[in-house]
C-alpha cells in the first residue's frame, strides 16, 4: 500500500509542503558499508542511508550485504538485511554477485526500486534502477586502475547508466561527463552533492599543538587526505613540497594521509629521490576523529588531484577553517568556487607556488579561510540526503 502524505521542507526560510509518494519497498546495495573500512562511497552511503531509513520509518529497506554486516550498519526496525554470496570484490565477482545474487533477490522481493551507492547495477534488473555514479575517472585515467578492473567499468557502466530510470551524480561536472560520454539525457541525471561531517570544525590552538605534537614532532604541516594512487598526483606533489622546502627551509612538514591502496614504483621513486624525505611523514589510514584533528591542526590543505568526481576533502578542510590549495580541472573549481588557491596538477612549479603562498602569505591565507567557511555551507549530508528522498519517493506504485 503506498502511503501519502505532505512533507515540510525550508527553502531560504521560507516553509513549503511538497507532497511526496512514500516507498513501500526499496532494495539497497550495501556491500561498501564495512565496520572500519569506509572510504568515500562508503561514507556517502552510511551517511545518506541512516537518514533515510530514521526519516522514513514507513518505508521497508532491504540491505544486501556480501558478508555479515556489522549491526551499526543496520540503522532501525524497518531495515532486513540479506548477505548474498560470493564476496564482491574482483570484477568476475562482481558479475556474479550483481547479475546472479542480487538479480535473484530482487525476482524474489520485487522491490519499487533499486538503489545503487557506488554505481554497481544489474542489467535486465526486474525493478527500477537508481544507480549513484560518483564519476567517471576510469573513462579518463583507465590506467589508474588494474587492466581488469577498468575492463569492468568501461564495459559495464555505459549500460548501467543507460538502462537505469534515473542516474544520481554527485556534481555538475560528473552531470556533464556522463552526457557527453555516455550520451545519457540531462534530464534524467540529478546532482547530489557529498556533504561533511559536522566533526569538520575549527579546533583551539592547544587542541592544534597536541595534534602536532602526535603527528609531525611538533612542526606545522601541510596535509594530503585521500587514496594514495596516481590520480591523486602525489608524485607532483611530493616533488613541490620538496622543491620547495629545499629552496625556503622552512620549518614545514608534508601529512600524507591515506592507504597505498595503488602505491606505485614511480610514486615510490619521486618519494625516494627527494631531498628532504624526513620531512614528508605518512600516516596510513586514520578514523574520522583523528582525521577531523589532523585536518583541523594543518597549516593547509594540498590536494592538486588530476581528476575528481566531488573531491570530499576539499569541504572537510574549509569546514575547518583550513586554506585548500586545489586543481583547476575537472569538477574541483565547481566545489572550490573562489574559496582556495587553484593551481594547474600538471605544473609541479604552480603546485610549489600555491605550497609558498599558503605558508607564507597571512592575508591570503585569511582571505580563503573567510572565504571557504562560507563555500562550505552550501555542503551537508542534510541536503544530500533531501535531494536522494526526493528521487527514490518517485518510485513507488
Known sequence: MIQYKEKETHIDETIIFVPLFFIVKIAVNTRLLLKNKLEGIGWFSHETLQRLVEWHPDWEFHFFFDRKPDSSFIYGDNVQYHILKPQARHPFLYYLW???????????????????????????????????????????????????????????????????????????????????????????????????????????????????????????????????NPRKNLSRLMQAFDNYVTRKNPELKLLIVGDKMHWTKDMEKTFQNVVNKSSIIFTGRLSNNELSMVIGAARFLAYPSLFEGFGVPIIEAMSADIPVLTSNTSCMPEIAGDAA???????TTEIEKGIETLHEDEAKRTEFIEKGRINSERFSWELTTQKIEKELAQFGN
Open 98 to 228: 550483481f547479475q546472479f545474487s542480487v538479480r535473484k533477490k530482487l525476482k524474489k522481493l520485487q522491490p519499487d526500486v533499486f538503489f545503487s551507492p557506488d554505481g554497481f547495477s544489474v542489467l535486465g534488473a526486474p525493478c527500477k534502477t537508481v544507480p549513484v555514479i560518483h564519476d567517471l575517472n576510469f573513462e579518463t585515467h583507465p590506467e589508474i586502475l588494474p587492466s581488469i578492473t577498468s575492463w569492468y567499468y568501461r564495459t559495464f557502466f555505459p549500460k548501467f547508466a543507460e538502462e537505469a530510470t534515473k542516474v544520481l551524480t554527485v556534481s555538475e561536472y560528473s552531470k556533464k561527463d556522463l552526457i557527453t560520454t555516455y550520451g545519457i539525457e540531462a534530464d534524467k541525471i540529478k546532482v547530489v552533492y557529498n556533504g561533511v561531517n559536522p566533526l569538520f570544525s575549527p579546533i583551539s590552538e592547544e587542541r592544534k599543538l597536541q595534534v602536532r605534537k602526535r603527528y609531525s614532532k611538533s612542526y606545522e604541516y601541510a596535509v594530503y587526505v585521500g587514496a594514495l
Open 341 to 347: 588557491f587553484l593551481v594547474d596538477p600538471f605544473c
